[in-house]
């Protein structure tokens, strides 16, 4: 039987906000809570959501921490590596929410003009491909750290990317050793679902991110009954569920299967109005939200829903995203045309 | 030893510091203090990474010992170094050499959670960086850490890092500083909330500062070019040098020209200080340090490491010579070294190099093995002996304030803070001549540098 969705409460990394997020990271940690998921958005005055999710590593124990972020107006090659450091830092507890920027604004930042909504999906896609070329660039075992020889890392054990697309090209390999998921699992929220597009959310990624928008004031109750109401809409009815339709399901549709459930909207609006009054009341102190009493709404409601089979599990210190979702650990496949000892082969070769 | 080295130095500086208030420069007051920070590489041929106790190099824990160590010595920073391209040798990543780490900021971001005083550094270039997105995430980390944060700018014009990234190499090597000096006014834009709409010769970007001012203001640079116009670069623009002086002769020297330098920028003489890199041999008596010397540098350079060093400036394969023998009596196959990638030190003439050390060697009888290990820790500054002589030399730099600080290498991670720690700080402490405790919470207190407007 496939593995229920993991329940997510999605964080917007305003910097008014960071004490109480803190708090709340605490919290929901301590109460058993799957994953939080991290947005952040530059344009609007929010901090980088990579390193607020890097920044809650430390502060948390079992929770996964899934970062919702630009593939598009970025340099693929530090994304891939910022990324995968999480996962280093966190023990594996690392995931990737793939969004696609098509705004003006997000674009002028780098130096670019917009794409159109379809060359911004090529490149999703291609960044999202070398993402993992770069992630699988190292062999788990590259560092031998032999003492004999003398040899630290191994040149066969490590692969370039070799990676040319319409809009970028990598080289690789990695300046970082593979993490310890390997590969970390790559999602698709139900709100990005379009700007990503098809060969994302279809062939490519790992799985979806069901997203349920709350009030922040909803109780226990309240988003124990949305959360139902969206994998009933998404085909997931928990134990009443037909084994055998789940296997098929798994199987068949990967991308597309629901990993997460994330729960939007639980601390507020984020407009850039509400955020300065936000901002007041956090330094008056009396900022609406209250990470203890939302953590516990969140507990009760993660209760109901996992008595009644609809999500995964509370998760243990250790483990991983990807055993969260009962996904396996990838193994690497060197390619012997990118090998990256291929120079010295060659020298061999011709030497011969 | 004061006396000697002031002889030899040039540029007015005074015959001893205790002669006057401005031993190297008028306009110059030494603070007397020394600051340490502790520099983690992560990719060099200085970490033991045989030796017994040697960890993980990429392990959470490894980064969460050192840094709660440096924290317990009071020291300012904790410095992240960065390459963008893993390091080759004739097209082969290096073999011998520690190779892979984090990214810097994103491991930062998590270690700022863990400590509440140290400054966190992060190496961060300014080629294959996009402005707005590098100062957003500098400021993100500067909030995080409530105003812990700095930037150490560095400039590359190598295209072959440029594989990596959208440009390509784009940049010229004359053209680096005047690049990365537009690159640094972008950021502090950024961060002061301005609206940029910058047009330069390589890209045109538009954007606004929307975060709000850490409790330090924006975050502390640091600047680590020794080159005229990398000098120049810093006087305009940095707060903090990291330089390669670390012997006390170059550092007056080092010192005499910045302040020349930064007072010509119309910047005061102790706006710009100077952390020189360093590597720290301790033990309880000279003796055993020069033993423990000896010991460290066979732990960091074995056969292998030695015959690679030498084929880095040859250009060619040495793996037939005697690493128990002497330098290869061949001549390098490159006119400029420029083979091994990502190593800093392309530029260097490998045909003089190369017969300088042939003759080096020859006269002082050293093997290519024992002349691998005399250079090793040249490029920094290797301070050796012990604890109270060490804390003793310290004490003379904090008197002529020929710097404000030094910038830690351990050899050993992840315990190599240790009898830094245990040690050295209490001798130093004892002599007045080290903060007992951090003077404020803020990277920018905790250096003395003076608040931003």
Redesign the interface.
Known sequence: MTTPPVLTVDLPSTPARLGAVRDLARALDAAGLGALSISGDAERGDLHPIHVASHLAPLTRALSLVVRTDAVDVEPFHLATQLMSLDHISGGRAGWLVETRTDDEAAHVVGREALDPEAARRETSDVVTVARLVWDSWSDDAVVRDAETGVYVDAAKLQYVDFEGETFSVRGPSITPRSPQGLLPVLVADADRAAVGDTVAEQLADGRAVDVVLDPDATAQEIAGAVREALGAAGIVGAELDPQAADTAAASAAPSTPRLVRLVGLLGQQDPADDVAQSQRADAGEDAFRPAELASRVADAAAQLRADGLVAPAPSAGNTLREQFGLPRPDVTIDPARRSDRARTAQKETAR | MSSTTAEQTTAGAAASPADTDHPIHAAHTPSGTIRLGVFFQGVNSSTA??APGAGD????ESF?RLITTAERGVFSAFFLGE????REH??????????????A???L??????TRQIGLVATQNTT???P??LA??LQ??D??SDGRAAWNIVTTDNAWTG????R?GYIDHAERYEHAEAFVDVARRIWRGEDVDHQGRH??????G???RSRQGEPVLFQAGVSPQGRDFAARTADVIFSPFGDLERAIDFRHDIVERTLAAGRSAESVQIFPGAEFILAATDAEAEDKLRWVREQQV????AIALLEQYWGRDLTAYDPDGPLPDVDPLVAESGVTRGAGFQFEKAQELTRAWREEAAQKGLSILEFARSRQGSRGSSFTGSYDSVAEQLAEYARWGAIDGLNITPWLIPGGLDDIVDELVPRLQERGVYPTEYSGTTLRENLGLPALA
């Open positions: 990474w045989r190099q990429v392990a959470w969460e390459g963008l391209r893993l004739q097209g082969v990543p290096l073999e011998f050499d520690v190779a892979g780490r984090p990214d900021q994103t491991l971001a998590a270690l700022a959670s863990i294959y960086n996009d707005v997105d957003r995430r993100s980390l909030l995080l594989e990596n990234f959208r390509g890209y045109h970007v538009r954007a606004s929307r975060l709000p074995g056969p292998q490491q």
